[in-house]
């Protein structure tokens, strides 16, 4: 520690910097399950975009993603939604209900899905969200954990997604866990457990004291005016996760196809 405070920048938007696989390899199918019930104001377009995005590895990436629905959703909320979406028939819809509901059991989703939010500051006498230092051990398992203990109910389709597993664990690191939210924080949708990775359109690398110290700065500067940007859970766990269970899902979803028929 040198004694510097830790500073960020005036709200950004999330820099696009995208990681662009050496050889992106298409999916034959969209996984609707990764939007988190965004999928229905989304073109087939954009869902191919953002499942590239959110399945190619790279924490990076998921916080563009999860700026990009974020989007989205503001628009939806707006009345604002695409005239070119794809509607299914009654039968088609059935079916791919079905074959969600297949790999959803075999295939879970990490607990912790990449998330984009704009706050406004708050004092820190009045916190509406409170942070903790935390321990990562470096494994993959931990995106499937909102806490420290993994949900049983998950642990066979856990095992399948890690099965396809190279690397199961990375150099253990320090971040920032939110531990409590309310009012504002809990209103827009921020839970226990999320993990900070990106502040103001950077990676967040600071500690708890640091970000509370921060938004606190920002409250007293202009009382309250002035707002700032988080992205939770585009870690390299949530990354690595996505990915090997899109890699399981290409499996699962073949074998559903010919089962259901």
């Given at each position: ?189 921020l839970q226990k457990g999320d993990i900070i990775t990106h502040l103001n359109g950077e990676i967040f690398q600071g500690s708890a004291n640091d970000i509370q110290e921060y938004i606190s ?45």
């Open positions: 520690d040198n004694g510097e405070s830790y500073k960020v920048p005036e709200p950004l938007q999330i820099q696009q910097k995208l990681v662009q696989a050496t050889s992106p390899k298409k999916s034959s199918f969209i996984d609707s399950t990764i939007f988190q019930g965004i999928e229905i104001a989304m073109s087939t377009e954009e869902q191919e975009y953002v499942q590239d995005l959110m399945t190619m590895g790279q924490s990076e990436n998921l916080a563009h993603a999860a700026q990009i629905l974020d989007g989205i959703l503001q628009l939806t909320m707006l009345g604002m939604v695409p005239k070119n979406l794809k509607e299914r028939s009654r039968n088609e819809e059935r079916r791919h209900i079905e074959i969600m509901d297949v790999f959803k059991k075999q295939c879970p989703l990490p607990a912790r899905l990449p998330k984009y939010y704009m706050l406004s500051s708050f004092p820190s006498r009045k916190p509406c969200i409170q942070f903790e230092d935390d321990l990562w051990d470096g494994s993959i398992v931990d995106a499937f954990s909102r806490m420290s203990v993994t949900n049983k109910r998950n642990l066979q389709g856990i095992q399948n997604i890690m099965k396809g597993a190279n690397v199961s664990k990375f150099q253990p690191k320090l971040r920032v866990r939110i531990t409590s939210v309310k009012g504002q924080a809990g209103k827009v949708g700065r920002l409250y007293e500067s202009d009382n309250g005016s002035s707002k700032f940007q988080i992205v939770v859970n585009a870690d390299d766990a949530t990354a690595k996760a996505l990915k090997l269970r899109s890699e399981r899902c290409e499996m699962i979803m073949q074998e559903a196809k010919r089962n259901i028929q």
